[in-house]
């Protein structure tokens, strides 16, 4: 899917500095920082920019904010977004302790997850460290 229209199919402009992420994000097979993303934009974006158009794509449910170790964020295009047939749900993600990389493992779902009476799920966070299967061959 292009940027543009997953813009619009979410009720926003199709902005430089919007589309500029997306493509970033939609190209990436991982998620990535706001350091990463930046290196990577076509067009210059400032960092308030940037950090204000990161925070209303999370916002509006386009993008998944992975907070790794209670500082760094990560972020990804989930795959509901690009493939709007797929269902989004709750799932790991996995940061690699070599190289940094962070990977969502969308096959592993918190769906079942029950929680007591009376609470209620708005979302979850769940990282799992280890060692990249590309790191692991050295």
């Known amino acids: 899917m292009q940027a543009g229209k997953i813009l619009k199919s979410f009720g926003l402009y199709d902005t430089v500095s ?5 493509q970033v994000l939609l190209e990436s097979q991982l998620a ?12 210059g974006c400032d960092r308030i920019t940037l950090y204000r158009n990161l925070k209303l794509l999370t916002k509006k ?5 992975i ?8 972020y ?5 977004i690009v493939e709007p047939d797929v269902h989004y749900s709750e799932h790991l ?12 493992f969308t096959q592993y ?5 029950e929680l007591p009476q009376g609470y209620k799920m708005l979302g979850a966070n769940f990282v799992v460290f280890g060692i990249c299967n ?3 061959k050295n």
Request: charged share 20%.
């Open 18 to 22: 919007r589309s500029d992420i997306l």
């Open 32 to 43: 990535l920082s706001v350091a990463e993303i930046k290196a990577t934009l076509k067009h």
């Open 61 to 65: 449910g386009i993008l998944h904010q």
């Open 67 to 74: 907070v790794v170790d209670g500082q760094v964020s990560k």
């Open 76 to 80: 990804v295009l989930p795959d509901s």
């Open 93 to 104: 993600h996995f940061r690699c302790m070599c190289c940094g990389q962070v990977k969502c």
């Open 109 to 113: 779902t918190l769906d079942d997850m």
């Open 134 to 136: 590309l790191c692991n």
